[in-house]
């Protein structure tokens, strides 16, 4: 008898192990990214690993280009399950909340993407993430960024001074004001609007993105200088998966997730060192001039964007709680006195 109890036993606990096995993950997510586009082969590869470490229970429908919805629209279609995941940017976010500022562009914080991902990690970051993110149905799962943007201008960019009546596309909201508090004169306008501004001088530059980016849009054919490295922007990307999606899944797949946004962050950073590294090389011999600012410079720019910062944590208790971390985060890691 207790032999056929042991083997019913064990009998019991495979089929009970089997089914554990065949549970599944399927998510359907959209990112602005391009295939065609670094970021969105960095996101193709992505979706292979997580199937591959999954053992083919994890499998992603990927939507890129904004298929489904508009970009701005994507956080909302994956809390409401038209979408599973938002792999877009959370500044998209900011007229609900502008707490999301400052998980997408900390602008004039942060040198490397390494210090923002250190602060979602180690300093606190991914529970203030969450706190805004559960409020909204959504579960903050990582971030992806691949490093400063440069500014792009038809005329000397070399410091502060030069900010003066400088006239560029910027995107609305903080950026603007923190320029315009420095001098310039920023200009928000379409993406697709920068080109032909620039070449009837209705600008006089743009912040568009990275170097090597920029060098792919053909910014620089017809702007000849650019700051770098770059100081001001660095805009960061996250997954985030609607709670009832979230809640869903067994915790081995939630951790294949978490893992997997390190690695795919990762693999982001090195590919623009070295997409970054092969423009820095080519561009002065297309008559570019690269202006790398003062450390002087960048502190006097930090100043600027840490005050304006502080206007807009006071808008929520949200955005104050975020800035608050950052600050605190900032000044754990030496970056601010």
């Known amino acids: 008898m207790k032999i056929v109890s042991s083997l019913a036993a064990i009998g019991t606990a495979a089929l009970l192990a089997g089914t554990a096995a065949a549970q599944t993950t399927t998510l359907r997510i959209q990112t602005q990214q391009s295939p065609e586009s670094p970021a969105g082969q960095q996101a193709a590869q992505w979706v292979e ?100 943007e440069s500014l792009n201008s038809t005329k000397p960019l070399s410091g502060i001074s030069d900010l003066q009546n400088f006239k560029f596309r910027s995107p609305p909201g903080m950026e603007s004001e923190i320029f315009a508090a420095l001098g310039a004169k920023p200009v928000v306008m379409d993406f697709t609007e920068i080109f032909t501004a620039l070449e009837t001088g209705i600008i006089d530059g743009a912040d568009a993105s990275t170097l090597a980016n920029n060098v792919g849009l053909g910014i620089y054919d017809i702007a000849t200088h650019t700051t770098y490295p770059g100081f001001h922007s660095m805009s960061s990307d996250h997954l985030a998966c609607s709670t009832a999606t979230w809640e869903a899944m067994p915790e081995a797949h939630r951790e294949i997730l978490r893992v997997s946004m390190d690695s795919l962050a990762l693999g982001l950073m090195t590919r623009v060192i070295v997409d970054n590294g092969e423009a820095l090389d080519a561009l002065p011999e297309k008559g570019v001039t690269l202006h790398d600012w003062s450390a002087e410079d960048r502190a006097t720019f930090r100043k600027a964007a840490t005050d304006t910062w502080e206007v807009w944590a006071a808008k929520t208790p949200e955005a104050r709680a975020i800035v608050d971390s950052h600050l605190e985060f900032l000044e754990r890691i030496g970056l601010r006195d």
Not at 56 to 79: L, N, P, R, W
Not at 99 to 115: H, I, K, N, R, S
């Open 49 to 148: 690993k997580v199937e591959k470490m999954s053992g083919g229970d994890i499998s992603i429908e990927m939507f890129y280009s904004s298929a489904v919805v508009k970009s701005a629209e994507t956080f909302d279609a994956a809390a409401n399950g038209i979408l599973d995941c938002d792999m877009t940017n959370g500044s998209y976010q900011t007229g609900k909340n502008p707490a999301f500022q400052f998980v997408a562009d900390v602008m004039g914080g942060y040198d490397t993407p390494l210090q923002f991902l250190a602060w979602i990690q180690h300093g606190g970051g991914r529970e203030q993430i969450n706190e805004l993110y559960n409020a909204n149905g959504m579960e903050f799962v990582g971030a992806w960024l691949g490093g400063q």
